[in-house]
């Protein structure tokens, strides 16, 4: 459904796209080409995945889909070397806080569509936000299916794209803090290191999924493990002493500002 593919940017969120939509047959390896910045992360990606690459861009007018894999900052001198897109071209950007406003201005013949994935993207559990003017066509539905062979896709409008960007899309971040001060805990308490690691990361992982497959409301799960007086309850009171709830929420807040930042 989409074309011939030129990918922008194979670093881990466009490798991570690339690799799982090859998997997937949403993209054939005879109809993909990347763009990157080492010859010898070209030959290492054909020799891996059997696609063709770059280091100059290549002729735009030859391609029916283009991902564009990079920072928000290097963005618009890439946005530059697309001008000659042909008309109707689909475009994609993984963008921080860049709007499809902006993205038009710079190429207005392409059909645009703005994508907010995240890094467990990379093992197919990934969680993405997607927009774009009409999300009912053909076109659209191939993008969607794109984002869909990495984990899980929202449709949605583009300011919620930009709020779940600093939930989900930076989300991995914020978990891993909270891992690593899981971990840190269990051995103030005389856990080995590794013991706490692996035991703080499937529980997160076991409550995570219980949240998905229950389908129940966070406060009623955590209401099922702590008893009147228990030990659990007790350990959630210090934690909220001590402000993690807030600082959570301030957190998230502080990451959508800054993508609102990048967007200007």
């Given at each position: 459904m989409l074309g011939k593919t030129l990918c922008i940017g194979v670093g881990s969120m466009g490798g991570a796209l690339l690799r799982g939509a090859l998997q997937h047959g949403v993209l054939q390896a005879c109809d993909t080409h990347i763009l990157v910045r080492r010859e010898e992360q070209?030959?290492?990606?054909?020799?891996?995945?059997?696609?063709?690459?770059?280091?100059?861009?290549?002729?735009?007018?030859?391609?029916?889909?283009?991902?564009?894999?990079?920072?928000?900052?290097?963005?618009?001198?890439?946005?530059?070397?697309?001008?000659?897109?042909?008309?109707?071209?689909?475009?994609?950007?993984?963008?921080a806080g860049v709007t499809l406003d902006t993205l038009k201005e710079a190429v207005p013949q392409a059909k645009w569509f703005r994508a907010m994935p995240n890094t467990p993207a990379?093992?197919?559990?990934?969680?993405?936000?997607?927009?774009?003017?009409?999300?009912?066509?053909?076109?659209?539905?191939?993008?969607?299916?794109?984002?869909?062979?990495?984990?899980?896709?929202?449709?949605?409008?583009?300011?919620?794209?930009?709020?779940?960007?600093?939930?989900?899309?930076?989300?991995?971040?914020?978990?891993?803090?909270?891992?690593?001060?899981l971990a840190d805990a269990g051995v103030r308490i005389g856990l080995p290191r590794q013991l706490a690691i692996k035991a703080a990361a499937q529980t997160m992982y076991g409550a995570g999924k219980m949240a998905l497959d229950s389908g129940l409301h966070p406060a009623v799960l955590r209401d099922q493990v702590t008893s009147p007086g228990g030990t659990t309850i007790a350990g959630i009171g210090a934690m909220e002493k001590g402000g993690l709830r807030s600082a959570i929420q301030d957190g998230v807040a502080a990451c959508l500002a800054r993508s609102n930042e990048l967007g200007k």
């Open positions: 070209c030959r290492e990606l054909n020799d891996e995945l059997g696609v063709a690459g770059f280091t100059a861009m290549p002729d735009v007018r030859n391609y029916n889909t283009i991902l564009l894999a990079v920072k928000p900052q290097v963005l618009p001198a890439v946005l530059e070397e697309l001008s000659q897109v042909a008309y109707g071209t689909t475009m994609i950007s993984v963008a990379a093992i197919g559990v990934g969680m993405t936000a997607l927009t774009g003017d009409d999300m009912e066509t053909d076109v659209a539905r191939g993008v969607q299916a794109l984002f869909e062979a990495v984990g899980e896709v929202a449709v949605v409008s583009e300011a919620d794209l930009d709020r779940l960007g600093a939930l989900s899309g930076a989300g991995p971040g914020y978990m891993f803090v909270i891992l690593d001060a």
